[in-house]
């Protein structure tokens, strides 16, 4: 709502809306007039405005060592709920945690290297070390790589640059999450990518 919203971001209620009726965050009206900020629009403006908003992640998680950490930005404390949320095949919870990693810290190399990267090594360890075995690792990166995509739809894309990229892995190698960070890091930024997958 629009209080919840002016609360998270430290403003008056007439600030919220005063954006919202001149297009700075996009909202849903309903049949009543009153406005709905959809997540995609509160992370989009999060993003475009390079804010730090903590107060919008400290409800997300009850311990208060997590809290205060990601209050100070520091996202390495997801690793182990995301790569667990990986494990159970749960892209929309892995998804639900790195938008509130991005909220705290709206830095996508940040989000990836100290969040998304470290969890991946963590299952790649695993995996390595005969503690799960191939299924279980296909599904953890198989939830992470739906997730990814979902949340790359929903961060701020700058009007095109008029650059072009090609990202691709090279032969035989089948793990690409690396290269879908990469695309969705350059489209976020303005360029044009032509994305070809593993392989």
């Not at 790359?152 to 035989?172: M, R, Y």
Request: with cysteine.
């Amino acid at each position: 709502s629009t209080r919840e919203l002016a609360g998270m971001l430290s403003v008056n209620e007439s600030t919220v809306k005063r954006w919202a009726d001149s297009g700075f965050i996009e909202c849903v009206k309903t049949k009543g007039g009153h406005r709905k900020f959809p997540i995609r629009s509160v992370l989009k403006f999060v993003h475009e405005n390079r804010m730090n908003v903590p107060t919008l992640t400290l409800a997300e998680f009850d311990a208060k060592d997590v809290q205060a950490h990601l209050s100070a930005g520091f996202v390495d404390v997801l690793v182990a709920p995301l790569k667990n949320a990986a494990f159970e095949g749960n892209s929309a919870e892995v998804q639900r945690i790195m938008r509130t990693g991005f909220v705290s810290q709206p830095d996508i190399v940040t989000l990836y290297t100290q969040l998304l990267f470290p969890a991946l090594v963590e299952v790649g360890n695993d995996w390595a070390n005969g503690k799960i075995g191939v299924d279980g690792e296909h599904l953890a990166t198989q939830a992470v790589k739906s997730a990814l995509l979902r949340f790359q739809s929903e961060i701020h894309v700058k009007e095109p640059n008029g650059l072009s990229a090609i990202v691709s892995c090279f032969e035989g190698e089948s793990h690409d999450i690396a290269i879908t960070c990469i695309a969705g890091l350059l489209v976020s930024e303005g360029w044009k990518v032509y994305h070809l997958g593993h392989d």
